[in-house]
């Protein structure tokens, strides 16, 4: 039987379906387990893109982060088609969808910080409470009839906190369970759990949305992350070092920036996940009004498109699980950036729904190579002390996605959605150019 108990550094996972493993420890002690050949057929592309599943615990994580993620897509896209309802304002409706972020880079000096230092399971939890109490909070204030765009604001901004604590806690779990050698493959994994929702969540929120109205949605957004509490109940305790050093959280933000600074490789993956994030992201967020707006689309054609864009970061992302050490993950990380700008001009030069519906997969693909590849090399490359530190810096990079979606937004109702997107899009190629050409190292990182 597997434990239910605390696990603490130096406990061994044994799981208890049945399936052959081989356990063994990590070079810092952590306890680890992987599928053995029967399980995840070596030379098989997808049995690698699966193989953490294998691992029970990881496969609890992995099915609470998917329905928990699936109310959040439904969350942000009933909140985008709210947001323009009611104010008819591209720029608002941008206002709110980056309303998550300054809340999330300031939460993010101190997420790590907390990770290490609390029990991560009911840290989680707990973050999973809030996100129901939001939910249930706006759905209150549309049956009221008193919801204004600015209750939609400070939701945003509230949830934003929800993603500085998460992340780091998260990746920190993942750690304990899996080896060192399955980080890049789990936290893939991660994210393509995340495809999958974006994939298919928003369509059924739109479906919800125009069948049960926008409270309605709301409230299957509480349901499901009541679903994603019950699975983390699944899990053991991950109790914190105890032999971990002690730092004030001042010199804990501090030496995870010497950390960086210091590994040229490490600052270079998070220096271009940061900068593709922000040139890439405000289509993805203000494409509800984009797509009322240039294609006349319903809830539901709405949630057709973001689910498109599932389907294509679902397939970059099992893809980005696959790849292993010395596979030139590096060019792939910035052949992904070329595509996602490509995608987009050519969304903006063919401006017919089902054009666009096609090219959203793209879009996705190009999506993964930036958020699982990026983030899983960066994981891959800290190492265990600085590991909670880099992935809550991960997350600080979404504190300057404002910088981004405001800027598109406001061009959006200067000169239009389309050209908007386009000038973008020549910034994006132009940008990863520059990359591709002056970091080397980054280039051929294997």
């Known amino acids: 039987m597997a434990p239910t108990g605390p696990l603490r550094p130096g406990d061994t996972l044994s799981p208890d379906d049945g399936s052959e493993r081989t356990s063994f420890r990590d070079s810092d002690g952590t306890a680890a387990v992987t599928a053995a050949p029967s399980v995840a057929r070596r030379g098989a592309m997808f049995g690698r893109a699966v193989e953490s599943l294998g691992n029970r615990h990881y496969r609890f994580l992995w099915l609470g982060v998917m329905t928990g993620m699936s109310g959040t897509q439904m969350q942000f896209l009933a909140r985008g088609i709210l947001a323009y309802d009611i ?242 993950r590096g060019a792939v990380l910035m052949g992904s950036a070329f595509l996602s700008a490509i995608a987009m001009a050519a969304v903006t030069g063919l401006p017919f729904y089902w054009i666009g519906l096609f090219l959203m997969l793209f879009v996705g693909i190009g999506e993964a190579g930036r958020f699982a590849l990026g983030q899983a090399l960066a994981m891959e490359l800290s190492d265990d002390e600085h590991r909670a530190r880099v992935a809550s810096m991960f997350e600080m990079i979404f504190g300057f996605m404002p910088f981004g979606i405001l800027t598109v937004a406001t061009a959006m109702e200067l000169f239009g959605p389309t050209a908007a997107i386009l000038g973008m899009s020549m910034v994006l190629l132009a940008v990863t150019a520059i990359f591709a050409i002056r970091f080397g190292k980054l280039r051929n990182l294997g």
């Open 87 to 328: 104010t008819d304002s591209f720029f608002i409706t941008g206002l709110i969808a980056v309303g998550f972020a300054p809340a999330s880079f300031f939460g993010s000096f101190v997420g790590g910080t907390v990770a290490e230092r609390v029990e991560r399971r009911t840290l989680i939890q707990i973050l999973q409470v809030g996100q129901v109490a939001i939910a249930l909070a706006v759905a209150i204030t549309i049956i009221a009839d008193v919801l204004t765009w600015e209750y939609l604001l400070i939701a945003s901004m509230i949830q934003g906190l929800y993603f500085a604590f998460m992340m780091p806690a998260r990746q920190m779990m993942i750690q304990r369970i899996v080896s060192k050698d399955l980080m890049s493959n789990a936290v893939s994994l991660n994210s393509a759990a995340m495809s999958i929702t974006t994939m298919v969540a928003p369509a059924i929120g739109g479906v919800l949305y125009g069948v049960i109205g926008p409270e309605g949605v709301y409230l299957v957004v509480a349901s499901l992350n009541c679903v994603a509490i019950l699975f983390m109940t699944r899990l053991p305790r991950f109790d914190p070092d105890p032999n971990a050093p002690r730092r004030s959280v001042a010199s804990n933000v501090v030496d995870g920036f010497k950390y960086v600074r210091q590994y040229r490789e490490l600052l270079s993956v998070l220096v271009f996940a940061g900068v593709v994030m922000i040139l890439t992201m405000p289509f993805r967020m203000l494409l509800p009004a984009f797509a009322k707006d240039v294609y006349g689309a319903s809830p539901f054609q709405v949630g057709a498109l973001t689910a498109m864009t599932g389907i294509g970061s679902l397939l970059g992302a099992l893809g980005m699980a696959a790849l292993r050490r010395g596979q030139r």
